[in-house]
């Protein structure tokens, strides 16, 4: 018999007899014990209670000597595998990185990356403004460097041992920016640069006239815009600018696995946590991120020609990781006659956008906007996961699906095309599914938001479109049994995004693109450039542990129920969107999330 500690009888809380009630349903107390125990000797009894022993779920992770494993995890080193071509060759970085110091606002120069390092020596890598030699020598940058273009065959860290280290792009070119000198020379000044993708591991609170100029650089060119949302309340910021503004690609963290083997942290991850990254929505009540992805790397030293370190989980590596990523993409796209629509000037930069979104993987949680449905139509992303995880090998098989115009189109494909403001315009995709049973439909809808040519960038009056997105369920024998399964129609956002399930008694459905209000003379001009992306799949999150792994240690076992008590003793009804614990997405952690983790952990032994 386990000692007790015995308090005075006192009157108990609701939430007490909750948890009371909960640990003797699940024969964790005696009931006579109800009444004479607190909290916290009720969590102890928890932890010392007869429960299976934990083991991972799912995924074996077998060691591998590709660093930095979290490409590995992207399925970014997958996709490399199956086309070994795909190395970013032919495709331009642009990589603006700040300077650590400012004098007079002036930067200092220590922003350069180490190319005495093994892993950078070898990369096509240019300091645009010519301070190759001299200046500074920055940590930050030189592994955001490694993460997208690094490549050492004989990399060695005392803690993980031997390595093949390769950035995800290991021959892209990557031109390195100061961030004043590009912001003066290329947004304000308007000198022309050539980029394919641009990446920017920094940012500000509040949007301003560089970061308007950056959004015009994107519609205008059709450039690729990647920027960190920003490092989430450990610094207490919101999402930062320009990763906040509707043309970048606003890039997120997912934290890494909670344990003290380094070769854990660096291969295994969980969710995006609020402390690491910054959550929507934005100020003008936009959905951001957009994506998320690891960012805990190994990465080349800044003062060594052959040391690693650890990046951390930080938005600023997490970027690079998925801009290095969509450098395959493109040289994908360029090199196949069929798929450069996707990078054209024309909306390509909403192309990928839309085709990184679609792929995404969703994680445990993941709901748009708050707890309930009562948002889903107008809070197009979730707050803290965007539209999921970056999934490279899902994106790779979502572009080359190929471009389909509206009418008859496959499972899975894309279009970028000029809708025209007109009432009754509107253009239709049609999916016929044999099988829709278990089947859930992911269609994005991207377009650009306009901004003037010149310094201060604003945005033009009246320019600016709003779209809707639907799904229709169809039966062409009978239309009166049509109706309108899911839509997605943000007034604010210029990204609409739906994943629902398929109706079983439906094997047509269409995806509908149009103007959401063709009322008056409201926008400038009379038609908009778009990108849309769908495709048809299982629901791949079901069995995933991490809605039940709730101290992220990589297993389910009785730990995760006394992290469960923890959140359920400290828990509100969640304000904005769903919480670890609250398992069965009712905007709540309560006794039916704890019987349904209590289920699974009596299953372990089955």
């Known amino acids: 018999m386990y000692g007790i500690i015995v308090l005075g009888i006192k009157p108990l809380s609701r939430m007490e007899e909750d948890v009371f009630r909960l640990l003797s349903e699940h024969d964790l107390l005696s009931r006579s014990m109800i009444g004479h125990l607190n909290i916290a000797v009720a969590a102890v009894l928890l932890a010392i209670a007869v429960l299976p022993a934990g083991r991972a779920q799912g995924q074996e992770y077998a060691e591998t000597p590709l660093q930095p494993a979290a490409l590995d995890y992207t399925g970014t080193f997958g996709l490399r595998h199956i086309e070994p071509s795909l190395t970013g060759e032919g495709v331009t970085i642009a990589a603006v990185c700040r300077s ?41 940058s030189t592994a ?97 600018y320009p990763a906040a503004g509707a043309n970048v690609i606003g890039v997120g963290v997912v934290a890494s696995l909670q344990s003290d083997l380094l070769g854990d942290t660096l291969e295994r991850f969980t969710l995006p946590s609020a402390e690491h990254s910054s959550a929507g929505p934005t100020a003008d009540q936009r959905c951001k991120p957009d994506i998320v992805a690891p960012g805990n790397c190994l990465v080349p030293s800044a003062d060594s020609t052959t040391g690693y370190e650890v990046s951390g989980d930080w938005t600023s590596f997490a970027t690079p990781v998925v801009a290095g990523t969509t450098a395959l993409l493109v040289q994908k796209a360029e090199s196949d006659p069929l798929l450069t629509a996707a990078v054209s000037p024309q909306g390509g930069n909403c192309v990928i956008k839309a085709i990184l ?164 003379d409201t926008v400038k001009y009379p038609s908009e450039r778009y990108a849309l992306v769908w495709k048809t799949g299982p629901d791949e999150t079901a069995e995933d542990i991490l809605w039940y792994d709730l101290d992220l240690d990589g297993d389910i076992d009785k730990d995760d129920a006394i992290a469960f008590m923890d959140k359920f003793v400290r828990s509100k009804d969640a304000g904005g969107g769903h919480t670890p614990g609250d398992i069965n997405m009712d905007g709540k952690i309560d006794v039916d999330d704890f019987n349904i983790l209590m289920t699974r952990l009596k299953q372990q032994d089955m």
């Open 144 to 240: 955001i460097g490694g993460i997208l273009v690094g490549n050492d065959p004989d990399g060695y860290h005392p803690k993980i041992g031997n390595f093949y280290y390769e950035g995800a792009a290991p021959q892209a070119k990557a031109d390195v920016y100061e961030f004043w000198r590009f912001v003066s020379s290329h947004i304000l000044e308007a000198k022309p640069f050539e980029a394919d993708i641009l990446t920017m591991s920094a940012g500000v609170v509040f949007e301003d006239w560089w970061t308007r100029g950056l959004e015009h650089l994107a519609e205008k060119n059709g450039l690729i815009v990647f920027a960190g949302v920003g490092n989430g309340s450990d610094v207490s910021d919101p999402v930062l």
């Open 357 to 520: 979104m679609n792929s995404a993987a969703k994680l445990p949680y993941w709901h748009k906007g708050k707890p309930g449905k009562d948002d889903d139509h107008e809070a197009v992303l979730d707050y803290l996961q965007g539209a999921g995880m970056l999934d490279a090998l899902a994106a790779y098989d979502q572009l080359d699906a190929g471009r389909h115009a509206p009418g008859e189109v496959r499972l899975a494909g894309w279009d970028n095309n000029t809708i025209d403001k007109a009432p009754g315009r509107e253009h239709v995709y049609i999916l016929d599914v044999a099988s829709p049973q278990g089947q859930l439909l992911t269609a994005t809808l991207v377009w650009n938001r306009h901004f003037e040519d010149e310094y201060p960038f604003d945005a033009i009056a009246g320019a600016d479109s709003d779209l809707t997105l639907e799904i229709w369920a169809v039966d062409p024998d009978d239309p009166q049994r049509d109706y309108l399964l899911d839509y997605s129609d943000s007034a604010s956002d210029n990204v609409e995004h739906i994943h629902c399930p398929l109706d079983a008694q439906f094997n047509r459905y269409e995806i509908v693109a149009a103007f959401s209000d063709v009322s008056g």
């Open 100 to 140: 650590m110091t400012y004098v007079a606002g002036w930067p200092q120069d220590d922003y350069l990356l180490n190319v005495g390092h093994n892993c950078l020596g070898e990369g096509d890598i240019n300091f645009t403004d010519g301070l190759a030699v001299g200046g500074g020598i920055s940590f930050h």
